[in-house]
């Protein structure tokens, strides 16, 4: 399968974007709005080309990443640059392909979170912080709490980009190379 210039163009300004935002995340464990802003525009900008994928179809990705994350967000189970993140990923690979790659980045983050647990010696005290989010029960029936489960090895919040990066790069590599997954 031979891909055009356009194309290339595409993946690097995605690239790019996701790039720098795992280097940021995992040296401040924060993504910059700018750069997710920088990338949304971006990824726009491309979907309006006549090679582009539609805005449409961009604008519908970029809703299904900042939907499903935003859910997420809501519970406290990642951060809100996450959350935009995931959203200008989606502006980049528009609708249906968002969906796959939420999946891809879900699996890519329990696997960072394991591996991690199990590196610092923390995955007991990960996997209760995880049974007591799944199961979590208020002591006052008639106004439940809202759950709060942060992805924390330790003292340290996860980088999260690098799973949102891991993933889009799983779904990417797959549809470029025409792997079946």
Known sequence: MTHSAFDHVHLLALAAMLVAAMWHDAGHRRIPNMLVLWGSLTAIGLSLSTLGIGLNSALAGGMVGFLVFGVLYRFGMVGAGDVKLVGATGFFLG???????????FLAGGILSVTWAWCTGTLHQSLQNLHSAVSF?????????????????????????????????????????????
């Open 95 to 105: 609708y249906p392909d968002m969906f796959q790659v939420v999946l891809f980045i």
């Open 137 to 181: 029960t208020s002591p006052r029936p008639q106004a439940p709490a809202k759950p709060r489960f942060i992805l924390r090895i330790g003292s340290a919040r996860l980088p999260y980009a690098l799973a949102i990066g891991a993933g889009t790069a799983v779904h990417v590599l797959s549809s470029w190379m025409a792997w079946p997954l």
